[in-house]
Nanobody, 122 residues
Framework: QVQLQQSGPGLVKPSQTLSLTCTVSGGSITTNYHYWNWIRQSPEKGLEWLGAGTYTGGTYYSPSVKSRTSISRDTSKNQFTLQLSSVTPEDTAVYYC??????????????WGQGIQVTVTS
């Protein structure tokens, strides 16, 4: 019954910061032992896990984007947000939020947002 609704821009200029928000309904982002993930998909890289927030507000990041990625949350709005700074055209992808365990074998995501196509271009 948990649903994730994404919002954010579809077009971003190089060097800007991409901000995407995921709004959760049917469940709380503070529910114990859930991970709230950001994942993207592109023809060049396929599915790529970017990072996750925990139910306590902690964060984990992929080494490939750690230096310019920030995941935060607003518990009053039941939202979590991805910020990706200094974007380049190589960041063009479909971005998803998802609830699940990225460290499961294989990774398991039980709920997905609808995805947003983000294009980085001048």
């Amino acid at each position: 019954q948990v649903q994730l609704q994404q919002s954010g821009p579809g077009l971003v200029k190089p060097s800007q910061t991409l901000s995407l928000t995921c709004t959760v309904s049917g469940g709380s982002i503070t529910t114990n032992y859930h991970y709230w993930n950001w994942i993207r998909q592109s023809p060049e890289k396929g599915l790529e896990w970017l990072g996750a927030g925990t139910y306590t507000g902690g964060t984990y990041y992929s080494p490939s984007v750690k230096s310019r990625t920030s995941i935060s949350r607003d518990t009053s709005k039941n939202q979590f947000t991805l910020q990706l700074s200094s974007v380049t055209p190589e960041d063009t992808a479909v971005y998803y939020c998802a609830r699940g365990d990225p460290w499961a074998t294989p990774p398991g995501y039980e709920n997905w947002g609808q995805g947003i196509q983000v294009t980085v271009t001048s």
